[in-house]
């Protein structure tokens, strides 16, 4: 019951430029999205968040576009540094409830 | 920054034994969670808890599992009679609720090992 689906199981992407971390949903119901990220040995770290009113959210390097049409969002992360090297969780939630998270994509930033 | 605290950070158990996983979640969050990872596989929600009672759990949450408040600061997860599958990280989380409800904080988690 993949409810939400990261596709990427890892990306390198170059120190500078642009990352971008992608997710697809199949639940209607989901209207809120957040992005985690973690460290090994670490839990996961909260990033980014969208309201399913919104299609975009921004916080300093990181952006979350959601397009509800196509169930879909996406993290970018520009522009990438060494630190930004992690596993991104996509997770999304309906009010009031529990978050569901993808598997997972594990970013390498390449210097 | 405040943060969610989980202690032990690793585990080690005979299986069928109990054991006790504790947090301290963030102290003015009213809802509280626990989430477990299972190796190479996603984070998977066990149960939520607000108001001392349970609100939601999931279907891994079965009668081996119980979770409690005891004092105003302790979040605890009890597993009966430990099996070889609930070797995983369990996460611990809490959020403030109202309009940051959505958003969980999660603590550094404990390594189960059942042997």
């Known amino acids: 019951d993949q409810q939400v689906k990261q596709n990427s199981p890892s990306l390198s992407v170059q120190e500078g430029r642009i990352s971008i971390l992608n997710c697809d949903y199949t639940n209607s119901m989901f209207d809120y999205f957040l992005w985690y990220k973690k460290y090994p040995a670490e839990g996961p770290t909260f990033l980014i968040s969208i309201s399913s009113i919104k299609d975009k959210n921004e916080d300093g390097r990181f952006t979350v576009f959601l397009n509800k049409s196509a169930k879909h969002l996406s993290l970018h992360i520009v522009p990438s540094q060494p630190g930004d090297s992690a596993v991104y969780f996509c997770a999304a939630s309906v009010w009031d409830d529990k978050i569901i998270f993808g598997k997972g994509t594990r970013l390498h930033i390449l210097p | 920054e405040p943060e969610v605290t989980q202690t032990p950070s690793h585990q080690v158990t005979q299986m069928g034994q109990e054991v006790i996983l504790r947090c301290v979640p963030i102290?003015?969050?009213?809802?509280f969670y626990w989430y477990r990872q299972i190796l190479g596989q996603k984070v998977e929600f066990l149960v939520s808890?607000?108001?001392?009672?349970?609100?939601?759990k999931s279907e891994i949450f079965d009668d081996q599992f119980s979770v409690e408040r005891p004092d105003g600061s302790n979040f605890t997860l009890k597993i009966r009679s430990t099996k070889l599958e609930d070797s995983a990280m369990y996460f611990c989380?809490?959020?403030?609720?109202?309009?940051?409800?959505?958003?969980?904080?999660f603590g550094a988690g404990t390594r189960l090992s059942v042997l």
């Open positions: 808890f607000y108001n001392n009672e349970i609100s939601e």
């Open positions: 989380a809490s959020s403030r609720g109202g309009l940051a409800k959505n958003i969980q904080y």
């Open positions: 102290s003015n969050h009213l809802y």
